[in-house]
């Protein structure tokens, strides 16, 4: 295979490092970029003539959130002569937890990173101001989907599925599965990695499709608890964050090339589009499919707001007007790995990157609401069916 090295690296920065999760560690990044060029006009009015602050600066919280490079951060400064901190945290769960924390004196104006799974919890909680100002540009209806309020703007979005091998799946005369329940087989036994719900993101937004998926499928006798308890019984392997489900277990992934690399399973908890990105730095060249089964996809979607009671609210919505900008939009999907907000673009149709994304039917249905009115009992059952 043709530049491998540089095709797993360069996955699993962007992949891996972006939805690693391990146990909680604060970990404070400061970037100080140019400073305001003299006669900068910038945003003003956030500080007062103390000379040891600058004349304008914006904090943001978040976690491994790729389009904020530093050539995205010093281009902003450069041209709104504003400077920027980077609190940088774990995951979405964790950029949540801390601003949690810190709401009644917020330590960033603007917070980025949570999730639509997580997104009821802030709203119940106040922990964003209005967005009347902000520049939204028109957004892909996937993206406004979970949540259409003035309090957050999407700035990319998704989908988490099962990704499967077709070494094994095909290749060894097992057939593509059709229901969830087809993993409770023999011929699975062992040989599905997924993500803890608690300290996962992408663990969490499986879990999530799985109550819709059962909720709504034809065997009203049974729910997501007894299909959990069906996995345990097959010993299902459970991971605390996706770069040790994806890139130790998965034989269908980018790990294979890298010590370390056990590859006992031929099925995880990844992303629909996971496989396009395999494609697109390998030269239009993957083994892994997307399993686009009605409601057993979640519609991830990642926000960016002001944090209610920002020190410097002004410079705070510049900095989202820049996330939604074409600069930042057009990129995201090759920064960030994701889909971009903005419906003027999409994924790349080079090396496959599109080809071999799945796109599911129909995702699970839950809405923001029921998701913060559910989670904590859906997390208990879970906790419940794998005991």
Not at 36 to 59: I, R, W
Not at 126 to 147: D, G, Q, R, S, W
Not at 173 to 186: Q, Y
Not at 276 to 287: L, M, R, S
Request: aromatic share 12%.
């Amino acid at each position: 295979m043709d530049n491998t090295e540089k095709a797993i690296g360069k996955i699993r920065k962007i992949l891996g490092e972006k939805m690693k999760i391990n146990k909680t560690i604060w970990l404070t990044l400061t970037i100080l970029l140019a400073a305001p060029l003299s006669g900068c006009l910038g945003p003003g009015g956030n500080e007062g003539s103390d000379n040891s602050e600058p004349a304008y600066k914006v904090t943001v919280l978040t976690y491994d959130v790729f389009a904020l490079s530093d050539s995205m951060l010093s281009d902003f400064t450069n041209r709104t002569g504003i400077e920027v901190e980077i609190i940088k945290v774990d995951d979405s769960g964790t950029v949540l937890a801390r601003a949690l924390q810190t709401k009644d004196n917020p330590i960033a104006d603007v917070i980025v990173g949570i999730d639509n799974s997580f997104l009821q919890v802030a709203l119940d909680n106040e922990l964003f101001t209005n967005l009347y100002n902000a520049k939204i540009p028109e957004l892909h209806v996937e993206a406004t989907t979970p949540y259409s309020g003035n309090f957050v703007v999407p700035y990319d979005w998704g989908r988490v599925c099962i990704n499967y091998d077709t070494t094994f799946v095909d290749g060894e005369n097992v057939t593509a599965p059709t229901s969830l329940w087809d993993f409770t087989n023999d011929t699975w036994e062992g040989k599905v990695v997924v993500q803890n719900p608690r300290t996962s993101s992408p663990g969490r937004s499986f879990m999530l499709a799985t109550v819709d998926y059962f909720a709504n499928d034809a065997d009203d006798s049974t729910d997501f608890t007894d299909w959990w308890s069906a996995m345990k019984a097959n010993d299902v392997i459970v991971t605390d964050g996706w770069t040790e489900a994806y890139e130790t277990h998965y034989s269908g992934g980018y790990g294979q090339w890298y010590d370390g690399f056990v590859g006992n399973a031929n099925a995880v908890v990844s992303y629909c589009h996971s496989p396009g990105v395999e494609a697109f730095y390998g030269d239009n060249w993957t083994t892994s499919v997307a399993l686009t089964l009605d409601r057993a996809s979640f519609l991830q979607v990642e926000y960016a707001g002001i944090a209610k009671g920002a020190a410097h609210p002004i410079d705070a919505l510049v900095f989202i007007d820049e996330m939604l900008a074409t600069g930042v939009q057009s990129t995201i999907s090759t920064t960030n790995f994701m889909y971009p907000a903005d419906v003027n673009y999409t994924l790349p149709s080079e090396n496959g990157y599109l080809y071999h994304t799945g796109v599911p039917n129909q995702d699970s249905s839950l809405t923001a609401e029921e998701i913060g009115a559910g989670i904590d009992e859906w997390l208990n059952q879970w906790d419940s069916a794998m005991a």
